[in-house]
């Protein structure tokens, strides 16, 4: 069963604009939310992750994303695009406390100059 | 520096032939994971295992197959049952303690049925 849904294949942003990527969940208990990026023909690297505590959780490059529970939503912004975002990124979700991830199918991000 | 070293990064099989990927990992990580990447299907999971000999299927175990005889090493072998191999097939690890963290991952074989 599917765990996680990205909303939207393919996103295009013009650069300094904002970048938002919808995460959306199904958890039948408080998971573990991730949010990875890949550039092309490589691995996968870590923006960011909720675990506990605050919903806000700030990642690297400028990235934000916010655990709202009763969404069951964890969208990833970034406010003001840079060319250097372009890649692809991915969702991730431990759904059940057992050191499995299931992804997302992830988003291609596009920066326009 | 620590981390996860997945060889050779292109890999060529031909028709009826088995290989094997290679991923090690420096990180003292208890549970290693091969995921498959196809475009637009995201990450799907081949295999784990959280200790040393021992390991459990994932979401598509056919025509793959793993050992973990040491806690640093994890090959995946690709088997000529494998009908569609062509892929990116990445290898993960994390450390098993209270709290999850998430996976540190390798860079990737990008194999092709040739």
């Known amino acids: 069963a599917q765990s996680v849904t990205q909303l939207g294949s393919h996103v295009s942003v013009s650069e300094g604009a904002l970048v938002l990527l919808r995460c959306n969940y199904s958890?039948?208990?408080?998971?573990?939310l991730f949010w990875y990026v890949q550039y092309p023909n490589q691995g996968l690297q870590l923006l960011l992750k909720?675990?506990?505590?605050?919903?806000l959780v700030k990642g690297i490059n400028g990235f934000e994303a916010e655990f709202k529970k009763s969404e069951t939503s964890f969208h990833l912004t970034k406010p003001s695009a840079h060319m250097s975002d372009a890649a692809e990124y991915f969702c991730?979700?431990?759904?059940?406390?057992?050191?499995?991830?299931?992804f997302g199918a992830g988003t291609t991000v596009t920066v326009r100059a | 520096d620590g981390g996860i070293t997945q060889s050779p990064k292109y890999l060529f099989r031909k028709e009826g032939q088995n290989v094997t990927l290679s991923c090690e990992q420096n990180?003292?990580?208890?549970?290693m994971y091969w995921y498959r990447q196809d475009p637009g299907q995201g990450l799907r999971l081949i295999y784990y295992?959280?200790?040393?000999?021992?390991?459990q299927k994932g979401d598509i175990a056919e025509g793959y197959s793993v050992s973990r005889e040491k806690k640093e090493s994890f090959p995946l072998t690709v088997t000529s049952a494998q009908k569609n191999p062509t892929a990116f097939y990445l290898c993960?690890?994390?450390?098993?303690?209270?709290?999850?963290?998430?996976?540190?991952f390798g860079s990737g074989t990008r194999l092709t049925v040739v």
């Open positions: 993960a690890s994390t450390v098993l303690r209270t709290g999850f963290y998430g996976y540190t």
């Open positions: 958890s039948s208990v408080p998971p573990y």
């Open positions: 909720y675990t506990t505590g605050a919903t």
């Open positions: 991730a979700v431990n759904p059940s406390n057992d050191y499995k991830l299931s």
């Open positions: 990180l003292n990580h208890d549970a």
């Open positions: 295992s959280q200790i040393v000999n021992d390991f």
